[in-house]
């Protein structure tokens, strides 16, 4: 198995609403992470978890809240986000640095729309 | 911090070779990653090299030259299926800011 899966994959909300984003490996994977992607731009990096723990935080923004329940899970709380926060939300695994070659899997995205 | 330079767009024509280029500049070096990306699709893994030279991978290989902080990408026997953004990265976590390869008949 060398999926990443992410759910859902659309999702449309408001300002005020509170969702989540959920991603799942398995693939054994130690090291997690999430990304932010716009339209004709690279994806830019948001959170990174290594062995269920936090490792960096790209001073994103509070209204987004990531969690590791283990190590095959990572979930992306939202609450109270804006328009500008509309995006391709994109989840990657790999083996943890030093290990292998850590090439990043990603998984298809969620595409969020904030209205 | 990290600075990587690619060119924004290529055109190239179905069964030609392209070279897309990257320069970086890196605070914590651990190899270089190439990453292709279709259009609404994903990124996905096309390479890596963390010793200078040539890594070679069916109709695509990679360079680099840790000393000039240069990299590159050879697509060889374009198709039309390899029209997609490049990412070069030259460390795992962040990426420059693409290429856009458009295969042309």
């Known amino acids: 198995d060398t999926e990443v899966t992410q759910t859902p994959k659309h999702l449309v909300m408001g300002m005020t609403n509170k969702k989540s984003l959920k991603c799942e490996q398995h693939?054994?994977?130690?090291?997690m992470y999430w990304y932010k992607q716009k339209a004709k731009k690279p994806p830019e990096l948001m959170f990174v978890?290594?062995?269920?723990?936090?490792?960096i935080n790209e001073s994103v923004p509070s209204r987004f809240s990531p969690e590791c329940p283990n190590s095959s899970l990572l979930n992306l709380h939202l609450h109270a986000l804006q328009p500008e926060d509309s995006a391709l939300y994109l989840c990657?695994?790999?083996?943890?640095?030093?290990?292998?070659?850590?090439?990043?899997?990603f998984g298809e995205g969620s595409r969020l729309t904030v209205l | 911090g990290q600075n990587i330079d690619q060119p924004t767009e290529m055109t190239a024509t179905e069964g030609a070779i392209v070279q897309i280029n990257c320069t970086y500049q890196?605070?914590?070096?651990?190899?270089l990653f190439w990453y292709q990306q279709h259009a609404g699709e994903a990124p996905t893994f096309l390479s890596y090299?963390?010793?200078?030279g040539l890594e070679e991978k069916g109709r695509f290989s990679s360079f680099l030259s840790r000393s000039k902080g240069y990299s590159y990408l050879l697509l060889k026997e374009l198709q039309m299926k390899d029209s997609a953004s490049y990412l070069c990265?030259?460390?795992?976590?962040?990426f420059g800011s693409g290429t856009q390869l458009t295969v042309l008949p």
């Open positions: 990657a695994s790999s083996h943890p640095q030093g290990a292998n070659t850590g090439e990043l899997f």
């Open positions: 693939m054994g994977h130690r090291a």
């Open positions: 978890y290594s062995y269920e723990k936090l490792s």
């Open positions: 890196t605070s914590g070096f651990n190899g």
């Open positions: 090299n963390v010793l200078d």
């Open positions: 990265s030259a460390r795992q976590l962040t």
